[in-house]
């Protein structure tokens, strides 16, 4: 990400109206059309389907030390999404 003067990019009124709340700051502004993490390489929907699975092999009477085996993840990991309000 490059710097920008907003001289160069905003409007003067504009510009008169942020300079009242940060003049000298540097700013980041976010874009508005932003994708959340792992919409678009459906990361998002694999993890949540791994951790219903986790869920119900939990309330099948797998335990903790087995998930953390089978899943690859931290008892902390496990915990979290064991005690999670999932709805399955």
Do not use: H
Request: hydrophobic share 40%; aromatic share 10%; net charge positive.
């Amino acid at each position: 990400m490059k710097y920008v003067n907003a001289k160069d990019v905003l409007p003067p009124d504009v510009l008169r109206e942020v300079q009242k709340y940060a003049t000298g700051a540097l700013i980041y502004i976010p874009k508005t059309d932003k994708i959340g993490w792992g919409q678009l390489n459906g990361a998002r929907a694999e993890v949540s389907l791994r951790n219903r699975d986790i869920i119900k092999a939990y309330r099948s009477g797998a335990s903790i030390f087995e998930l953390m085996s089978q899943y690859c993840l931290s008892e902390a990991s496990i915990r979290k999404i064991v005690y999670s309000k999932i709805a399955i």
